[in-house]
């Protein structure tokens, strides 16, 4: 079978391929497909980068109770005994895991099949990285609701006198403030073009007295912060 020419197949396998979809002896001719194909390994990145920060927004997800009774006699780890210190701690360790990938696995659902009228409609997707290349927040462009969703996720304290300020750094002219962030937690900002438009090169944070910057072309303070959309 040839892949090669056929790109929405391409597409289709690359993106159950990250979701974890992809079973038996497809994933393993998919994976044969990208040790010799660089555009398809490149492809699968992409959809990577696309689902991967999704899952910093999952809820916990409980399974039915008869799953873990399944589990607990697959594995061996019902009634035992006090002193089997060992059979407890498994059973916690699959349960936590059970329940991430559950919640992931519920999230993605959401994100990529809406399927009623509330659901948010998340066209972009963008991780705003240190100069560490380290993760510090996460933001989705709901077009539906015209909602831009800003969650930290790391990064370093900024100053009670201090603030966070997000930018729009388009391929032309002075960067566009799309509003102020909190330090920690998330915050929801109104989307508009001048988020999201063809011309917008760049998204960044920079470090910005109390209240913004104070400069109406763009920032006066460091750039904490930098990444790009990725439209779904």
């Known amino acids: 079978m040839n892949i090669r020419g056929n790109e929405p197949l391409r597409q289709k396998l690359a993106a159950e391929y990250v979701l ?13 497909w990208m040790r010799q194909d660089a555009d398809l390994r490149n492809l699968t990145v992409e959809w990577q980068q696309r689902i991967a920060p999704m899952a910093e927004f999952a809820t916990p997800v ?39 990938s559950s ?20 066209n972009y997707i963008a ?14 462009a709901d077009s539906r609701h015209g909602a831009l969703d800003v969650r930290m996720l790391g990064g370093g304290a900024v100053a009670d006198d201090k603030t966070l300020q997000l930018w729009a750094v388009p391929k032309s002219g002075n960067p566009r403030s799309l509003g102020l962030l909190a330090a920690k937690g998330g915050v929801r900002l109104a989307l508009s073009e ?23 072309n763009g920032p006066s303070g460091p750039i904490l912060y930098k990444g790009n959309w990725v439209r779904l």
């Open 194 to 216: 001048r988020a999201i438009g063809a011309d917008v090169a760049l998204l960044a944070v920079s470090l910005e007295p109390r209240g913004g910057s104070p400069d109406p």
């Open 127 to 140: 991780t705003l990285n240190d100069e560490q290349a380290r993760t510090a927040l996460v933001l989705t």
């Open 20 to 32: 974890g979809t992809l079973k038996g002896g497809a994933r393993r001719r998919f994976e044969g």
């Open 62 to 100: 409980a399974p039915p109770r008869q799953v873990w009774r399944a589990i607990e006699q697959r594995l061996g780890l019902r009634a035992a005994p006090a002193w089997q210190f060992w059979r407890s701690e498994s059973l916690r360790f699959w349960r936590s895991l059970g329940a991430a």
């Open 103 to 122: 919640a992931v696995a519920a999230l993605l659902v959401v994100a990529l099949v809406t399927t009623t009228l509330n659901a948010p409609e998340i």
